[in-house]
Nanobody, 121 residues
Framework: QVQLVESGGALVQPGGSLRLSCAAS????????MGWYRQAPGEQRELVAT???????KYADSIQGRFTISRDNAKNTVYLQMNSLKPEDTAVYYC???????????????WGQGTQVTVSS
């Protein structure tokens, strides 16, 4: 089994910044793509950003230029630096990772429990 633990969510004023972290632990051979998703009340969960093991990134249009995803492969950790936050960024942010636990098992997707980000004055 693999566990993903997010941290860093908080209440922040519009225009402020936050840095989310997500650490993976457990039965890990290789972590492939890691990513952040978010879900606002009454909305579907949506992609925020993803990053491959090699560092290739992809961002949702709504956060392009404001958020930066990064990862530390040695620590099995992914980060999301969020700047210029807006009220519409308010959501529960979930970490996701595609993990190969051992060869020759195929990769499996894991989710964290979520961390609340609230942007409000």
């Amino acid at each position: 089994q693999v566990q993903l633990v997010e941290s860093g969510g908080a209440l922040v004023q519009p225009g402020g910044s936050l840095r989310l972290s997500c650490a993976a632990s457990g039965s890990i051979f290789t972590i492939h793509v890691m990513g952040w998703y978010r879900q606002a009340p009454g909305e579907q969960r949506e992609l925020v950003a993803t990053i491959t093991r090699a560092g290739t990134t992809k961002y949702a249009d709504s956060i392009q230029g404001r958020f930066t995803i990064s990862r530390d492969n040695a620590k099995n950790t992914v980060y999301l630096q969020m700047n210029s936050l807006k009220p519409e960024d308010t959501a529960v942010y979930y970490c996701n990772a595609d993990v190969t636990s051992r060869i020759p098992l195929p990769p499996r997707a894991y989710w964290g429990q979520g961390t609340q980000v609230t942007v409000s004055s």
